[in-house]
């Protein structure tokens, strides 16, 4: 209830005039709640306007390259903490999670910094003048440590649970659940399981089965709901193969061994998607492997609870998930929706052959082209004018391994997306 650790970070440590930087924070390993730890860093950070964020330690030993996790804090090899990085960092980086609206600017005088060691009560971490629950809803630096008067006492009262920023997209609900939706970035951690129906962002929880974090980030200049590409990623609990536990608090010094593993979770989500009457949306989700190809695609519909998307991990075998998002809706912006649209390629990378989503208008005349990394077409091939949504089957054994750009052409509109062929 007094903001634990996350709040005494933030609260009046930066200095209102100089930059400041977070290096000596982590959620210690073995922990079954470990995984929130990246999104309440990187969401209370961005807060905050914090600089510069690096978790406590990347490897704290000299081995890099057992697949094994052999300290309490080195997040290396440790897939419920390294899988979120991706999406947090693009988050923190790009600004998705804005800064509070209001800062507060404590001033210390000269008496209250004298007298203060006489106010820890030898405590480690020491003690504050101010509610600490403030750093949970504004931004909190200190001006002086020699103020001529001091305004700690004149601070608003403290927060109290749930703690939502002054921004409103930050809510931490202390029975166990962050949540931070804005537009390009959406994220929550905790017993999703007890928390069905939450929404963050355009997405509801409809069924979970345990404790895990959950983020959605858009690649795109856009919201995430309206992201031609987005990326989700679901992360739970880390542990070695073979790690022993006595009762749930302790594995006294049985480590186990390599390779570290992640307990598969299995989530529905339903998105909301505004679309106009004689409007539909769809998506191709995809599962992806460690480097970002495609492992497997799946189409979904649009139903009546909207888009509802299983990520089930003792299938799916991953923690990233890939988005494309097909709207026939007017844009976000205002404009008309397009006359035709390319909806995607699956499988991607493809070997044998690639399926091409299409959504044309009735008598649309429409050709397929496909150039090489070097501006030279290879293939070029009339499309049947056929209204509505269709599949175009194309055959890339021909082709030689690499990059090509695949170029649909419709009423005198190009749209292109990239395939690997391997």
Same mark, same amino acid.
């Given at each position: 209830?007094?903001?634990?650790?996350?709040?005494?970070?933030?609260?009046?440590?930066?200095?209102?005039?100089?930059?400041?930087?977070?290096?000596?924070?982590?959620?210690?390993?073995?922990?079954?709640?470990?995984?929130?730890?990246?999104?309440?860093?990187?969401?209370?950070?961005?807060?905050?306007?914090?600089?510069?964020?690096?978790?406590?330690?990347?490897?704290?030993?000299?081995?890099?390259?057992?697949?094994?996790?052999?300290?309490?804090?080195?997040?290396?090899?440790?897939?419920?903490?390294?899988?979120?990085?991706?999406?947090?960092?693009?988050?923190?980086?790009?600004?998705?999670?804005?800064?509070?609206?209001?800062?507060?600017?404590?001033?210390?005088?000269?008496?209250?910094?004298?007298?203060?060691?006489?106010?820890?009560?030898?405590?480690?971490?020491?003690?504050?003048?101010?509610?600490?629950?403030?750093?949970?809803?504004?931004?909190?630096?200190?001006?002086?440590?020699?103020?001529?008067?001091?305004?700690?006492?004149?601070?608003?009262?403290?927060?109290?649970?749930?703690?939502?920023?002054?921004?409103?997209?930050?809510?931490?609900?202390?029975?166990?659940?962050?949540?931070?939706?804005?537009?390009?970035?959406?994220?929550?951690?905790?017993?999703?399981?007890?928390?069905?129906?939450?929404?963050?962002?355009?997405?509801?929880?409809?069924?979970?089965?345990?404790?895990?974090?959950?983020?959605?980030?858009?690649?795109?200049?856009?919201?995430?709901?309206?992201?031609?590409?987005?990326?989700?990623?679901?992360?739970?609990?880390?542990?070695?193969?073979?790690?022993?536990?006595?009762?749930?608090?302790?594995?006294?010094?049985?480590?186990?061994?390599?390779?570290?593993?992640?307990?598969?979770?299995?989530?529905?989500?339903?998105?909301?998607?505004?679309?106009?009457?004689?409007?539909? #949306?769809? $998506?191709?989700?995809?599962? /992806?492997? !460690?480097? &970002? %190809?495609?492992?497997?695609?799946?189409? *979904?519909?649009?139903?009546?609870?909207?888009?509802?998307?299983?990520?089930?991990?003792?299938?799916?075998?991953?923690?990233?998930?890939?988005?494309?998002?097909?709207?026939?809706?007017?844009?976000?912006?205002?404009?008309?929706?397009?006359?035709?649209?390319?909806?995607?390629?699956?499988?991607?990378?493809?070997?044998?052959?690639?399926?091409?989503?299409?959504?044309?208008?009735?008598?649309?005349?429409?050709?397929?082209?496909?150039?090489?990394?070097?501006?030279?077409?290879?293939?070029?091939?009339?499309?049947?004018?056929?209204?509505?949504?269709?599949?175009?089957?194309?055959?890339?054994?021909?082709?030689? #391994?690499? $990059?090509?750009?695949?170029? /649909?052409? !419709?009423? &005198? %509109?190009?749209?292109?997306?990239?395939? *690997?062929?391997?």
């Amino acid at each position: 209830t007094d903001g634990g650790a996350i709040a005494r970070l933030m609260a009046g440590v930066a200095p209102a005039d100089k930059p400041y930087t977070i290096s000596e924070y982590n959620h210690a390993f073995p922990n079954r709640y470990q995984t929130e730890g990246v999104l309440f860093l990187g969401a209370y950070a961005s807060l905050h306007d914090v600089d510069g964020v690096m978790l406590f330690d990347y490897n704290g030993s000299k081995d890099w390259t057992t697949d094994k996790v052999d300290s309490y804090f080195s997040i290396a090899r440790n897939p419920a903490m390294m899988a979120l990085m991706p999406s947090m960092a693009r988050a923190y980086r790009e600004g998705m999670i804005p800064e509070a609206r209001t800062t507060l600017t404590a001033e210390y005088s000269d008496d209250e910094v004298l007298g203060y060691p006489g106010l820890d009560g030898g405590a480690w971490g020491g003690t504050w003048l101010f509610p600490t629950t403030l750093a949970l809803k504004h931004r909190v630096v200190t001006g002086s440590y020699g103020a001529g008067t001091t305004n700690v006492g004149s601070l608003p009262a403290a927060t109290t649970a749930p703690f939502v920023s002054d921004t409103g997209d930050i809510r931490w609900d202390t029975a166990g659940l962050l949540s931070v939706s804005t537009a390009g970035f959406s994220g929550v951690a905790g017993s999703l399981n007890s928390f069905v129906g939450s929404e963050f962002g355009s997405a509801r929880i409809a069924a979970a089965d345990g404790f895990g974090t959950l983020t959605w980030v858009s690649l795109e200049p856009t919201a995430s709901v309206h992201s031609g590409r987005s990326m989700l990623t679901l992360s739970s609990v880390a542990q070695n193969t073979g790690m022993t536990w006595d009762g749930t608090r302790t594995i006294h010094n049985n480590w186990g061994s390599a390779p570290t593993v992640m307990k598969p979770l299995r989530v529905t989500l339903r998105i909301g998607v505004p679309i106009a009457p004689e409007a539909t #949306a769809y $998506l191709f989700l995809h599962t /992806l492997d !460690a480097t &970002g %190809v495609v492992t497997s695609t799946r189409r *979904v519909d649009l139903g009546p609870n909207g888009l509802e998307i299983v990520l089930d991990q003792a299938v799916d075998r991953t923690p990233w998930y890939g988005i494309e998002m097909v709207n026939t809706t007017a844009r976000e912006g205002g404009g008309l929706p397009d006359r035709f649209s390319f909806d995607g390629i699956w499988p991607n990378p493809a070997s044998g052959i690639a399926r091409l989503g299409i959504t044309m208008e009735a008598g649309q005349e429409a050709s397929l082209e496909v150039f090489d990394m070097l501006g030279r077409r290879v293939f070029k091939r009339p499309i049947p004018p056929e209204p509505g949504r269709s599949t175009i089957d194309l055959d890339v054994s021909r082709f030689a #391994a690499g $990059l090509y750009q695949v170029r /649909l052409t !419709a009423g &005198g %509109v190009a749209k292109a997306r990239p395939l *690997v062929v391997r």
